[in-house]
């Protein structure tokens, strides 16, 4: 840890954007802030590190080494606190979201485990079936909601609920909001300071993995908290195989329109250059419903060719990812699924394709991104 903070009236300074701890001598290192800027920040009591002036001013990222124990201390931190855990998940990425260790880093706090991002799902689709799914996957990672809710921090739906759940559950205990990386935590945080106090924005917040680099403390009326926490990094996460420019065209911006293929048998869909369906087994033409951020690219093919297609195209027609990152995207590899039921084949981070029963598929995704069958959502 750097030894250079910043003390004003006994409190080390902290970024309010990212919740780093203020220094003014190392430019490389976070929390970095000019003299001019801390000045300035100081006079108006809102300091932002050069770091989230650049996110926030031109979203341009300053990479930064956060190392694992910095993660370990405060979820350490949180186990032996008295709280409410607000646990965010994207609805878009869920394995992606999942903490396994969470229940056991948390300790005897509950959990309550919030679906962001609903501004995107296709209008058709029932919360009920989402939530259900979400709560599943938590168990499935030996995690015990007590309740599970669904928002859209950035559309603001649900959180007026949400916070009337949150003020029943905590019983006067202090909050934390932990999840992996980029599910949108500082974005629920900022609609809630902006509900109670009227401030935009105050938190950073960007597409990019790895925004918040500290616990941020927003006070609450009773003079408890509501802690905004840096993402655990989690390696299966699309998102970190894909620069800023590529996550705009894979994350949905818009509220997700299905798309409709009838396949022949043996027919091929990729998406961009990040995932591959194949139709396998089954005797006639079927419709297969993609649901992907409605600009993705897909291409149709024959299962024939389909490999050939891969390797001459990758990075040119199937891009994401772009010609100059497609080596940093691991290869694609397989499973096949024999599907009894009309089901939803959920390449994480990506989006889902709902295919027909009776036959068999396989689905492609870069190595380390999570692949599953569900029953159809719509
Ligand atoms: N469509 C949609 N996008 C959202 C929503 N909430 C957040 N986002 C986007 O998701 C990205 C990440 O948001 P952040 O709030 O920075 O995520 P975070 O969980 O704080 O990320 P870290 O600080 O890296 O842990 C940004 O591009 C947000 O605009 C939402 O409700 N809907
Ligand atoms: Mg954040």
Redo the contacts with the bound molecule.
């Keep these: 840890m750097s030894t250079n903070e910043v003390i004003v009236d006994g409190a080390v300074v902290r970024c309010i954007g990212c919740g780093a701890k203020v220094q003014t001598e190392n430019k490389d290192e976070i929390g970095y802030t000019p003299q001019s800027a801390l000045k300035n920040g100081l006079a108006k009591g809102e300091v932002y590190c050069q770091r989230c002036f650049r996110l926030r001013h031109y979203n341009e990222i300053v990479p930064v080494n956060l190392s694992d124990d910095d993660f370990l201390k405060l979820l350490s931190n949180i186990s032996t606190t008295d709280a409410l855990i607000v646990f965010?998940v994207d609805i878009f990425d869920v394995n992606g979201s999942m903490i396994p260790g969470l229940q056991r880093f948390v300790g005897d706090n509950q959990i309550l485990l919030v679906g962001?991002?609903?501004?995107?799902l296709p209008s058709a689709i029932k919360q009920n079936k989402i939530k259900d799914w979400l709560r599943q996957r938590a168990n499935a990672n030996g995690i015990r909601p007590i309740d599970v809710e669904l928002?859209?921090?950035?559309?603001n739906y649900g959180v007026d609920h949400l916070l009337l759940k949150v003020d029943k559950l905590r019983k006067g205990r202090s909050v934390f909001v932990v999840?992996?990386?980029?599910?949108?935590?500082?974005?629920?945080i900022?609609q809630i300071i902006r509900q109670s106090s009227g401030i935009k924005d105050l938190i950073?917040?960007?597409?990019?993995?790895?925004?918040?680099l500290d616990q941020i403390d927003i006070p609450l009326d009773d003079g408890q908290q509501i802690v905004?926490t840096?993402?655990i990094i989690q390696p299966q996460q699309m998102a970190h195989f894909l620069s800023g420019k590529e996550l705009k065209l894979v994350?949905?911006?818009k509220r997700i329109k299905p798309r409709v293929y009838q396949l022949n048998p043996e027919q091929t869909l990729f998406f961009a250059g990040l995932g591959r369906l194949d139709y396998r087994d089954g005797r006639s033409k079927k419709g297969f419903t993609v649901y992907m951020e409605n600009n993705l690219y897909i291409h149709r093919t024959k299962l024939e060719n389909a490999d050939d297609f891969y390797e001459r195209h990758l990075g040119d027609l199937l891009t994401p990812p772009s010609e100059g990152s497609k080596n940093s995207i691991p290869s694609l590899v397989s499973q096949t699924f024999k599907v009894e039921e009309k089901s939803d084949i959920v390449i994480e981070g990506l989006g889902w394709i709902t295919v027909p029963n009776g036959i068999s598929v396989t689905a492609w995704a870069p190595k380390g991104v999570a692949v599953l069958i569900r029953p159809a959502m719509i």
Excluded at 116 to 120: E, M, Q, S
Excluded at 151 to 155: C, F, G, P, R, Y
Excluded at 179 to 188: A, Q, R, Y
């Design positions: 965010v962001n991002k609903v501004d995107v928002v859209s921090a950035k559309s999840g992996v990386t980029n599910v949108g935590k500082s974005t629920l900022n950073t917040t960007s597409r990019f993995p790895g925004t918040t905004d840096p993402g994350n949905p911006q």
